[in-house]
């Protein structure tokens, strides 16, 4: 997951909520720093973040944007 480092990627969370935004720091226990990072829940956009850290456990996937 090192390489996705200062990629846009969306987290799923456990909880059903969604953060989407450039990954500045992850560890190997998916300890994550999401930078610029949006919030969403069923697909609506909830809040906007300057810096989130979410902790690992929480996490149900990771998904790499990819740029066409």
């Given amino acids: 997951m090192q390489k ?3 990629k ?3 987290v799923r969370l456990k909880s059903d909520l ?4 450039r990954m500045a720091n992850v560890d190997s ?8 990072a949006e919030e969403s829940e069923n697909g609506q956009k909830k809040a906007n973040y300057g ?9 149900l996937y990771i998904r790499i944007e990819d740029k066409i």
Avoid: T, W
Avoid at 18 to 21: D, V
Avoid at 29 to 36: E, F, H, S, T
């Fill in 4 to 6: 996705a480092a200062n």
């Fill in 8 to 10: 846009v990627v969306s």
């Fill in 18 to 21: 969604e953060y989407r935004g």
């Fill in 29 to 36: 226990y998916m300890n994550l720093i999401l930078l610029d």
């Fill in 51 to 59: 810096k989130v850290v979410i902790r690992g456990n929480n996490v």
